[in-house]
């Protein structure tokens, strides 16, 4: 650093090197030491992250030393140099090894990177540790310098840096941190981070430094330590790697690999590797450094013939951190390095090579992320007939083909700037890019990339060649700008046709889960599903509620199985020659094994298998939806598994699980839907959704609510805008009646009722459908009469059979919601969902018959007058009834009808009434039921006296 650098960084933090929280009183230990010590150290070579992470820790350990193991970075140097005294750090030389009671290291899990400190470890010194590297592989035993710490105590957590963890240790212990400190932390985060940028920065990383900003970090300082020039031996060195590199590709994925030698000790390697990376194009980058000579501070063994070995990593398919674990290295995914002993450039060279070969997965290629089908134009399609395609499927472009040859690609722009000049008409041959790559299912992806940015097209046809020669190639398929850069960079927003199989849950959990939850039975009727697709070659899979629910871990008997007409079984990547029917013909071989009733749908390829036990299982064919227009029934084609899966309502349900017995178990996700059911969280598959069908929005409230779960807020804004520009106006009738009535019939539809009103739903369904304070205090009584009746009925199976049979339990959270209508309104209400007419007679006895009736039983009532006066009307009005009449002779009258009275009967029968002399007929129906009055008015307590007053009836 510049001397007028450094004089203005020490200006800077001048005034708080005498703060008594960073100045220590070891002015003792530096005459001598003393025996017990607890010792902080970290890695040899330090960096900012080590040496702001041994500060935070000496906070940590009251009376500790701190003090380097080895060398460290020419900008660390230059820092411990100016401000010495505040850091009072010792010497290693000065460490009697043998009063060293506990050793504790951050920043790193290694005792062959400790330098002077190693033999600590050997010694038995118990270790406390604080580190943020994720736990490397095991090694080979051969590899030198690479025994993993055992400590008796740790902190371990994979975060941006090191001193990230320290500092939410000191703040869990309220400790606070003054200026200084809180620059040389953000130093240690910063540097560690690359300015918050690496892509193993954490959120809690970017917290840290606020928080650090906060408590007075000086951002200056911190730039002008993070960003120097290099040295003249650093200049030397990096120019010999630039000029000593040579190129291959590994797995697909172009990398560098640079060598040189030096004679004499080069600080910062790492600094140069990583502008040797911002240089070079490739994936990866290797720098092999032969050094001759004994690093400053390093362990006395590491001498001549070793090789340096540092990597940095662009993509996620190299993981230079276990990579580098294979040869005795470690560090983070997109940086590491190790040190190869009693070796040459050649034998290092030799070495990464093949652990590349061994460690690198293969890449992903065209065939694992084109979408498919593939939907074409001829040359001589017009532009209008273009655009109206692209709208149909919505998409931003399409493939020109003609006789299956590639010709071109027309874009959304392209059909867009036609229309300006009025060339509706034109062929689109005469708009669309005829010079563009064309690329196999082999063709890597960073190999689509480059063939993207060099053409400036937005997707990359797809061609497979024919099998033997004379065998016309095919177009298999499209990779998209999207699909391109989801599998380079893991973006979020997938769309269809990009294959994604959950990562996170391995077949193997799937399978466990499916063991779990499912009996043994319906198990077994899934494989053999799966393996009739094989036999038929076809791939099936296990879609919708079901897949959700397993995850969630509830019931679900429902069981729909998808078949993918345009996939083969085995290879998930392979494309198939499928058609509408396979899924009714997958469904006819699963019915003739299982003896079951097929009903089969030829126009949806769709079928129905009805088992001999009565248990259903439905089969359709993967289709994808067009809407003509906002709010109409969809239309459909039959497509692949990635698009019907896209089709759907919300991310939770586009979830499928293969069958086939060589996948069996593999969740297909493409849209995060594990994700969003870990969370919580309802979220909408695409912007149009409730555009396209509004029915959704009470589907999404109902979901939300029976889960537990939230909708996102982007999932709420559209509802939002769906509902003002009044959607639901375009619906039919029928499909909103049966859309709220699914609702009411959720086992606890108050919360989603509720939520309909909040988004000013409920009053689009229709406009008198009221909601406020009193109708939600109706309904909790509702809820609580059908639960005592629920109660009164449990004991009982004849009894919960007939509640079952005459209770319609959505009318009865309906009524509520009309109870403040006059007739008139009722009826209109009743005609426009088109309820019917027994439901109409509910609705109306509620509004006319109830206020009648209750008016009525204020009065003097007789138990039998209350009875015969109930007796006609549906059991959902008297249940009704009870919970909207207030305490008192009303609502004891209803409650008596309801469990005493409905179901009494006379203590004498028909046949001692014919053993009386009396005739079947009428007047025998009469007579019972004058028996009964008696009895329950309590004039006639007795079978006898009953037995009167029946005989004296005309």
Same mark, same amino acid.
């Given at each position: 650093?510049?001397?007028?650098?450094?004089?203005?960084?020490?200006?800077?933090? &001048?005034?708080?090197?005498?703060?008594?929280?960073?100045?220590?009183?070891?002015? /003792?230990?530096?005459?001598?030491?003393? *025996?017990?010590?607890?010792?902080?150290?970290?890695?040899?070579?330090?960096?900012?992250?080590?040496?702001?992470?041994?500060?935070?820790?000496?906070?940590?350990?009251?009376?500790?030393?701190? !003090?380097?193991?080895?060398?460290?970075?020419?900008?660390?140097?230059?820092?411990?140099?100016?401000? %010495?005294?505040?850091?009072?750090?010792? @010497?290693?030389?000065?460490?009697?090894?043998?009063?060293?009671?506990?050793?504790?290291?951050?920043?790193?899990?290694?005792?062959?990177?400790?330098?002077?400190?190693?033999?600590?470890?050997?010694?038995?010194?118990?270790?406390?540790?604080?580190?943020?590297?994720?736990?490397?592989?095991?090694?080979?035993?051969?590899?030198?310098?690479?025994?993993?710490?055992? +400590?008796?105590?740790?902190?371990?957590?994979?975060?941006?840096?090191?001193?990230?963890?320290?500092?939410?240790?000191?703040?869990?212990?309220?400790?606070?941190?003054?200026?200084?400190?809180?620059?040389?932390?953000?130093?240690?985060?910063?540097?560690?981070?690359?300015?918050?940028?690496?892509?193993?920065?954490?959120?809690?990383?970017?917290?840290?430094?606020?928080?650090?900003?906060?408590?007075?970090?000086?951002?200056?300082?911190?730039?002008?330590?993070?960003?120097?020039?290099?040295?003249?031996?650093?200049?030397?060195?990096?120019?010999?790697?630039?000029?000593?590199?040579?190129?291959?590709?590994?797995?697909?994925?172009?990398?560098?690999?640079?060598?040189?030698?030096?004679?004499?000790?080069? %600080?910062?390697?790492?600094?140069?590797? /990583?502008?040797?990376? %911002?240089?070079?194009?490739?994936?990866?980058?290797?720098?092999?450094?032969?050094?001759?000579?004994?690093?400053?501070?390093? @362990?006395?063994?590491?001498?001549?013939?070793?090789?340096?070995?540092?990597?940095?990593?662009?993509?996620?398919?190299?993981?230079?951190?276990?990579?580098?674990?294979?040869?005795?290295?470690?560090?983070?995914?997109?940086?590491?390095?190790?040190?190869?002993?009693?070796?040459?450039?050649?034998?290092?060279?030799?070495?990464?090579?093949? *652990?590349?070969?061994?460690?690198?997965?293969?890449?992903?290629?065209?065939?694992?992320?084109?979408?498919?089908?593939?939907?074409?134009?001829?040359?001589?399609?017009?532009?209008?007939?273009?655009?109206?395609?692209?709208?149909?499927?919505?998409?931003?472009?399409?493939?020109?083909?003609?006789?299956?040859?590639?010709?071109?690609?027309?874009?959304?722009?392209?059909?867009?700037?036609?229309?300006?000049?009025?060339?509706?008409?034109?062929?689109?041959?005469?708009?669309?890019?005829?010079?563009?790559?064309?690329?196999?299912?082999?063709?890597?992806?960073?190999?689509?990339?480059?063939?993207?940015?060099?053409?400036?097209?937005?997707?990359?046809?797809?061609?497979?060649?024919?099998?033997?020669?004379?065998?016309?190639?095919?177009?298999?398929?499209? =990779?998209?700008?999207?699909?391109?850069?989801?599998?380079?960079?893991?973006?979020?927003?997938?769309?269809?046709?990009?294959?994604?199989?959950?990562?996170?849950?391995?077949?193997?959990?799937?399978?466990?889960?499916?063991?779990?939850?499912?009996?043994? @039975?319906?198990?077994?009727?899934?494989?053999?599903?799966?393996?009739?697709?094989?036999?038929?070659?076809?791939?099936?899979?296990?879609?919708?509620?079901?897949?959700?629910?397993?995850?969630?871990?509830?019931?679900?008997?429902?069981?729909?199985?998808?078949?993918?007409?345009?996939?083969?079984?085995?290879?998930?990547?392979?494309?198939?020659?499928?058609?509408?029917?396979?899924?009714?013909?997958?469904?006819?071989?699963?019915?003739?094994?299982?003896?079951?009733?097929?009903?089969?749908?030829?126009?949806?390829?769709?079928?129905?298998?009805?088992?001999?036990?009565?248990?259903?299982?439905?089969?359709?064919?993967?289709?994808?939806?067009?809407?003509?227009?906002?709010?109409?029934?969809?239309?459909?084609?039959?497509?692949?598994?990635?698009?019907?899966?896209?089709?759907?309502?919300?991310?939770?349900?586009?979830?499928?699980?293969?069958?086939?017995?060589?996948?069996?178990?593999?969740?297909?996700?493409?849209?995060?839907?594990?994700?969003?059911?870990?969370?919580?969280?309802?979220? =909408?598959? &695409?912007?149009?959704?409730?555009?396209?069908?509004?029915?959704?929005?009470?589907?999404?409230?109902?979901?939300?609510?029976?889960?537990?779960?939230?909708?996102?807020?982007?999932?709420?804004?559209?509802?939002?805008?769906?509902?003002?520009?009044?959607?639901?106006?375009?619906?039919?009738?029928?499909?909103?009646?049966?859309?709220?009535?699914?609702?009411?019939?959720?086992? /606890?539809?108050?919360?989603?009722?509720?939520?309909?009103?909040?988004?000013?739903?409920?009053?689009?369904? &229709?406009?008198?459908?009221?909601?406020?304070?009193?109708?939600?205090?109706?309904?909790?009584?509702?809820?609580?009469?059908?639960?005592?009746?629920?109660?009164?009925?449990?004991?009982?199976?004849?009894?919960?059979?007939?509640?079952?049979?005459?209770?319609?339990?959505?009318?009865?959270?309906?009524?509520?919601?009309?109870?403040?209508? %006059?007739?008139?309104?009722?009826?209109?209400?009743?005609?426009?969902?088109?309820?019917?007419?027994?439901?109409?007679?509910?609705?109306?006895?509620?509004?006319?018959?109830?206020?009648?009736?209750?008016?009525?039983?204020?009065?003097?009532?007789?138990?039998?007058? !209350?009875?015969?006066?109930?007796?006609?009307?549906?059991?959902?009005?008297?249940?009704?009834?009870?919970?909207?009449?207030?305490?008192?002779?009303?609502?004891?009258?209803?409650?008596?009808?309801?469990?005493?009275?409905?179901? *009494?009967?006379?203590?004498?029968?028909?046949?001692?009434?014919?053993?009386?002399?009396?005739? +079947?007929?009428?007047?025998?129906?009469?007579?019972?039921?004058?028996?009964?009055?008696?009895?329950? @008015?309590?004039?006639?307590?007795? !079978?006898?006296?009953?037995?009167?007053?029946?005989?004296?009836?005309?």
């Amino acid at each position: 650093m510049p001397a007028r650098t450094a004089s203005v960084c020490y200006n800077r933090l &001048h005034f708080h090197l005498h703060s008594p929280i960073l100045r220590s009183t070891y002015s /003792h230990i530096r005459r001598g030491v003393f *025996a017990a010590v607890e010792l902080i150290t970290s890695h040899v070579g330090a960096d900012f992250d080590a040496l702001a992470s041994m500060v935070a820790a000496r906070r940590l350990y009251p009376g500790s030393v701190a !003090a380097f193991s080895g060398g460290m970075d020419r900008n660390v140097r230059e820092f411990v140099t100016l401000f %010495d005294e505040s850091l009072n750090l010792r @010497d290693a030389a000065d460490i009697d090894l043998d009063a060293v009671s506990r050793l504790i290291v951050v920043d790193t899990q290694h005792a062959g990177r400790l330098g002077r400190f190693r033999p600590l470890v050997v010694r038995g010194v118990p270790v406390h540790l604080y580190d943020h590297h994720p736990p490397s592989p095991p090694s080979p035993s051969s590899a030198p310098n690479h025994d993993a710490l055992s +400590p008796e105590y740790a902190i371990t957590r994979q975060l941006g840096a090191a001193t990230t963890l320290l500092l939410h240790v000191l703040r869990e212990r309220s400790n606070a941190i003054n200026p200084f400190e809180a620059t040389l932390f953000a130093l240690g985060i910063y540097e560690e981070t690359g300015g918050l940028v690496f892509s193993h920065t954490t959120v809690e990383d970017i917290e840290m430094a606020a928080y650090l900003l906060e408590q007075g970090a000086n951002l200056d300082v911190v730039s002008d330590y993070t960003h120097h020039s290099l040295t003249e031996r650093q200049r030397d060195l990096l120019n010999r790697l630039i000029l000593n590199t040579e190129y291959r590709t590994v797995r697909g994925i172009p990398i560098a690999i640079a060598q040189a030698e030096t004679t004499a000790y080069v %600080d910062e390697i790492a600094l140069l590797v /990583h502008k040797l990376c %911002d240089i070079e194009n490739v994936g990866a980058v290797f720098a092999l450094i032969e050094a001759d000579y004994r690093q400053p501070g390093s @362990d006395e063994n590491q001498t001549n013939n070793s090789v340096f070995l540092i990597a940095r990593s662009k993509v996620d398919a190299i993981n230079v951190a276990e990579l580098l674990a294979t040869l005795g290295g470690g560090g983070h995914h997109r940086a590491a390095s190790a040190v190869l002993k009693h070796t040459d450039l050649g034998m290092a060279r030799t070495e990464l090579l093949s *652990a590349l070969e061994r460690r690198v997965a293969p890449q992903d290629t065209a065939r694992d992320i084109l979408e498919y089908p593939v939907r074409t134009v001829g040359p001589e399609t017009s532009v209008e007939q273009a655009g109206r395609v692209m709208l149909r499927y919505g998409y931003s472009g399409l493939v020109v083909a003609y006789h299956h040859e590639v010709e071109g690609i027309v874009t959304r722009r392209d059909v867009d700037r036609a229309k300006h000049h009025e060339l509706h008409a034109a062929p689109v041959k005469a708009v669309m890019t005829s010079e563009i790559p064309i690329a196999s299912p082999e063709t890597t992806a960073h190999e689509l990339q480059e063939m993207m940015v060099r053409s400036k097209v937005g997707r990359i046809p797809i061609v497979e060649k024919g099998a033997v020669a004379g065998m016309r190639s095919r177009l298999v398929g499209v =990779v998209t700008r999207s699909g391109l850069l989801n599998a380079l960079y893991g973006h979020t927003g997938l769309t269809p046709g990009q294959r994604r199989i959950e990562a996170t849950l391995r077949r193997e959990d799937i399978v466990s889960l499916l063991e779990r939850r499912l009996s043994a @039975d319906e198990l077994t009727l899934l494989r053999e599903v799966g393996q009739i697709g094989d036999e038929l070659g076809l791939a099936v899979y296990l879609v919708g509620g079901c897949v959700r629910d397993l995850l969630m871990g509830e019931r679900n008997l429902d069981t729909d199985i998808m078949v993918d007409p345009l996939q083969r079984p085995g290879n998930s990547n392979d494309m198939g020659r499928g058609s509408e029917h396979n899924a009714i013909t997958l469904a006819s071989g699963f019915a003739r094994r299982r003896a079951g009733r097929l009903v089969r749908h030829e126009r949806f390829g769709t079928a129905v298998v009805v088992l001999p036990d009565g248990q259903k299982v439905d089969f359709a064919t993967a289709r994808t939806e067009f809407y003509q227009f906002p709010a109409a029934l969809p239309e459909v084609e039959f497509s692949s598994i990635q698009e019907d899966l896209y089709r759907r309502d919300f991310t939770i349900n586009a979830m499928a699980i293969q069958l086939n017995p060589a996948g069996f178990g593999e969740l297909w996700d493409f849209f995060g839907g594990r994700a969003d059911l870990e969370a919580r969280t309802l979220r =909408v598959l &695409h912007n149009l959704s409730f555009v396209e069908d509004p029915t959704r929005i009470v589907r999404a409230v109902r979901l939300e609510q029976r889960h537990g779960f939230q909708m996102d807020q982007h999932t709420e804004d559209l509802i939002t805008q769906a509902v003002d520009i009044e959607m639901f106006s375009r619906l039919t009738r029928e499909r909103m009646r049966d859309e709220l009535i699914l609702l009411l019939e959720e086992q /606890h539809p108050i919360h989603a009722i509720h939520r309909m009103s909040h988004l000013n739903v409920l009053s689009r369904v &229709h406009e008198k459908l009221q909601f406020d304070e009193q109708v939600l205090t109706l309904l909790h009584k509702v809820e609580e009469e059908l639960r005592r009746f629920d109660q009164f009925c449990s004991g009982t199976p004849s009894r919960r059979v007939q509640a079952n049979r005459e209770i319609r339990r959505w009318m009865l959270y309906f009524l509520p919601l009309v109870a403040g209508l %006059d007739l008139g309104q009722v009826k209109a209400l009743a005609q426009n969902l088109k309820l019917g007419s027994n439901t109409t007679a509910v609705l109306t006895s509620a509004v006319i018959d109830l206020p009648a009736l209750f008016e009525r039983f204020a009065k003097n009532q007789t138990p039998s007058a !209350a009875r015969q006066a109930l007796l006609p009307f549906p059991l959902e009005t008297a249940l009704f009834g009870a919970a909207q009449a207030t305490k008192g002779p009303v609502s004891e009258l209803f409650h008596l009808f309801l469990y005493e009275w409905r179901e *009494a009967s006379p203590d004498i029968s028909g046949k001692m009434l014919v053993e009386r002399g009396m005739e +079947p007929g009428p007047r025998m129906g009469r007579a019972l039921e004058a028996a009964l009055a008696a009895k329950l @008015d309590g004039t006639a307590t007795s !079978a006898e006296l009953q037995m009167e007053v029946a005989l004296s009836t005309n």
